[in-house]
């Protein structure tokens, strides 16, 4: 095959729509889906592909170096797209020392096995490091991220990342790598863990449970369908420039109380509910300490360079987004009940 191509945190939401997207697009590729299976990955996300002649999947920790340099040498990997993450800024803040580890540690790990693995030939082998538009900080007075924005992050998850920003770049000007990093802003769609906002309201919404909203709900965020993102991930993969950085945004700032109340305005209206039921469940609770006011990605660069714009408008990407949470309360009762953690261990308690 062309090349074997390692991804990471496959299992997780972005990256089972980047699989799905490599492995049928390209057939040519091996697709190595690298993932722990945290609480956050879930193979089901994967039925699509798991029979897929150039697919596999090894269940393995970015914290473990020599399994890591293993996964290279067994599969000849050729390029590595790194999402394996910690990701939720909420859990950082209760246990900020675990987003060191995996975010950090658990890349250069990742740095250090590509590097031995492809001495001699680095400028063959492309590591592309997926990250956040949350290392640039908090917009208060308008304006927005360019890729020259200087870091500037708030949260320990976002310090986690901009971190292992930073490494990836270390490892491009000291050894030569061949890195391309890329900095996106929130992603929406199915298969996202319902910790996060779209999902859980949602999830909420659906079982008449209250829709806690922090502060006052100014706080504003791009959303991006995940779709548009994965399909942005292949593009930078394949045209984007050496040493690079490209932000990827939804050219769409929502405050979090508009979305919310969107969310309940159109699963009234699915639910068969009388207008304005679904609201009353909005529960203004205690703000996320050092909660970021608002990010905003300017992604102009990879529109004029790369030819890649958002596909999806919002109205239509949340509608599709609801869909599929209504069509798949299975999948949202296995990760909500830690029914399928439960599998994973009994499943893999051999390897
Ligand atoms: P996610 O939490 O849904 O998935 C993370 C995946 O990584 C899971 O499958 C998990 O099992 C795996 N993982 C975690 N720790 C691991 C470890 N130590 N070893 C191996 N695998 C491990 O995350 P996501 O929302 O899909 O985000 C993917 C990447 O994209 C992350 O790097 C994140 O920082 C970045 N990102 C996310 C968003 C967003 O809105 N969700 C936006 C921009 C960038
Ligand atoms: O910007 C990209 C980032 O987007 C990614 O790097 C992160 O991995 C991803 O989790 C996301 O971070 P946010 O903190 O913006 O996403 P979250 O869905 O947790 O929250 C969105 C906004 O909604 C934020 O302002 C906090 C608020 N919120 C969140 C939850 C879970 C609420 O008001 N209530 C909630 O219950």
Redesign the pocket.
Known sequence: MSKSILI??G?????CHVVQLFVEKYPEYKIVN?????Y??NLENLKSVEGAKNYVFEK????DPDALDEVFANHEITDVIH??????VDRSISDPLAFVM?NVI?TVNLLNSAKKYWAGELSNHLFYH????EVYGSLHDGGFFLETTPYDPQSPYSAS?ASSDHFVRAYANTYKMKTVISN????YGPN??PE?LIPLCIHNIKNNKPLPVYGKGENVRDWLYVLDHARAIDVVFHKGKTGETYNIGGFNEWKNIDIVKLLCAKMDEKLGRAAGTSEKLITYVTDRAGHDLRYAIDATKIQNELGWEPSLQFDEGISLTIDWYLENQDWLEHVTSGAYQAYYSEHYADR
Do not use: P, R, Y
């Open positions: 990471t945190g299992a997780g939401f972005i990256g690298l993932d722990a299976l945290t956050a990955g393995v920790n970015i914290l999402l394996a993450a910690e990701s939720h995996t658990g997926v990250s956040t538009d990342k996106c802003s929130n992603n996202q863990f996060k």
